[in-house]
């Protein structure tokens, strides 16, 4: 738009596509595939790339503060930061657990977890995965690839744990029972109803009492927003993400937008999950250009069935969409046709006229 400055704030030069995750995780990818670099994307979208993180709002001056003490002014301010797994709030999750996000400090740490165990390889390893989700599970299965194709693979022992009655409980019923099995099957220790209160060096002490052993323990627990949002005076919902109205749009700030993890769409509250913050895009930037122009804005109604793609560490998938299931090796190659393709978008760039 004429007269428009975009600007870009990441704290990272390449951001990677959680869809591909666990394929990094069990090395079916290479960094650069999963990864879309800032740089010539923004040049390409005429946009402006500041490498910073984001530490706080000023929302009465509409500045926004970053590390080193930089601050930069906005008219209109879109948040799009994401989510990460929760730990505040469990004594020693932030010094023994491993969050999957920041997914770039998650693929240094699980590097480093790999790197011992390989070295190791006589030694007896237990590595604990917090979540039962669709994350957790895949993030499980991965990392159970990934360990079990490299030498000492075998003596590792792996337990998914989740506070929830069973895995994965927002898909349907098909879904958990084929997740049941495979996970029985590749011999993955799975802990219902167990909630972790506290993560030793050695441990996960749960509710109802019970310690799980573990050497390591990987955080893929509910979605948390950054505590930065809540602090700036943004209206947030009970778990401290931006709440927003039909077209996106703060409810307590007109000049704020959201998408994706991060925003809580009051009137269509929906999992934290990709497939619904990539739908997000046309119509925040559909909104941001009418409250440029002053016009009135237009609601977004989020799709209510969704198609669900999730690995199982090898080559092999689960597809669902409303109440139907189906696995194999052919799910595997489509979603990885999909996320090839989505993730060349970005990458392979046209030249600009």
């Known amino acids: 738009m004429p007269g428009v400055r975009v600007k870009l704030i990441s704290k990272d030069a390449a951001t990677p596509y959680s869809g591909?995750?666990?394929?990094?995780?069990?090395?079916?990818?290479?960094?650069?595939?999963?990864?879309?670099?800032?740089?010539?994307?923004?040049?390409?979208?005429?946009?402006?790339?500041?490498?910073?993180?984001?530490?706080?709002?000023?929302?009465?001056?509409r500045r926004i503060r970053c590390d080193g003490g930089l601050e930069i002014g906005f008219d209109l301010l879109s948040i799009n930061t994401g989510s990460t797994p929760g730990v505040r709030g469990v004594p020693g999750a932030t010094e023994f657990a491993l969050p999957v996000k920041p997914i770039d400090r998650f693929l240094q740490g699980w590097e480093q977890i790999a790197n011992r165990i390989q070295a190791a390889p006589n030694r007896a390893w237990r590595i604990a995965i917090v979540g039962g989700g669709a994350g957790g599970v895949e993030v499980a299965l991965a990392v159970q690839y990934r360990l079990m194709s490299s030498a000492g693979g075998s003596r590792v022992e792996f337990h998914l744990v989740t506070d929830?009655?069973?895995i994965l409980p927002t898909h349907n019923e098909r879904v958990r029972e084929?997740?049941?099995?495979?996970l029985r099957e590749r011999g993955v220790q799975v802990h219902l109803n167990h909630r972790v209160i506290e993560v030793k060096p050695d441990g996960l002490v749960c509710s109802p009492g019970e310690t799980i052993?573990?050497?390591?323990?990987?955080?893929?627990?509910?979605?948390?927003?950054?505590?930065?949002?809540?602090?700036?005076?943004?209206?947030?919902?009970?778990?401290?993400f931006v709440a927003?109205?039909?077209?996106?749009q703060s409810f307590s700030h007109p000049f704020v937008?959201?998408?994706?993890?991060?925003a809580a769409v009051v009137n269509h509250p929906r999992p934290k999950s990709g497939v619904f913050a990539v739908r997000q895009g046309p119509p925040l930037t559909n909104n941001?250009?009418?409250?440029?122009?002053?016009?009135?804005?237009?609601?977004?109604?989020?799709?209510?069935?969704?198609?669900?793609l999730i690995s199982t560490g090898d080559r092999y998938?689960?597809?669902?969409?409303?109440?139907?299931?189906?696995?194999?090796?052919?799910?595997?190659?489509?979603?990885?046709?999909?996320?090839?393709?989505?993730i060349r978008r970005y990458r392979e760039l046209p030249a600009r006229m």
């Not at 627990?221 to 950054?226: E, K, M």
Request: aromatic content about 12%.
């Open 288 to 308: 941001l250009r009418r409250a440029l122009h002053g016009e009135a804005l237009l609601p977004f109604h989020p799709q209510t069935p969704f198609l669900s």
């Open 213 to 240: 052993a573990c050497d390591a323990a990987l955080w893929v627990t509910t979605a948390s927003a950054p505590p930065w949002i809540g602090e700036s005076g943004l209206q947030t919902d009970a778990d401290g």
């Open 257 to 262: 937008f959201a998408a994706g993890d991060v």
């Open 317 to 342: 998938a689960v597809a669902s969409r409303g109440d139907w299931a189906l696995e194999g090796k052919w799910v595997w190659r489509w979603k990885n046709w999909i996320d090839r393709r989505w």
């Open 164 to 166: 929830a009655a069973v």
């Open 244 to 248: 927003l109205n039909d077209c996106l």
């Open 20 to 61: 591909m995750l666990p394929g990094l995780i069990a090395g079916h990818y290479s960094f650069d595939d999963a990864h879309i670099e800032m740089g010539p994307l923004c040049e390409f979208a005429g946009a402006e790339f500041c490498q910073a993180a984001v530490t706080g709002l000023d929302l009465s001056n």
């Open 178 to 182: 084929k997740f049941t099995r495979i």
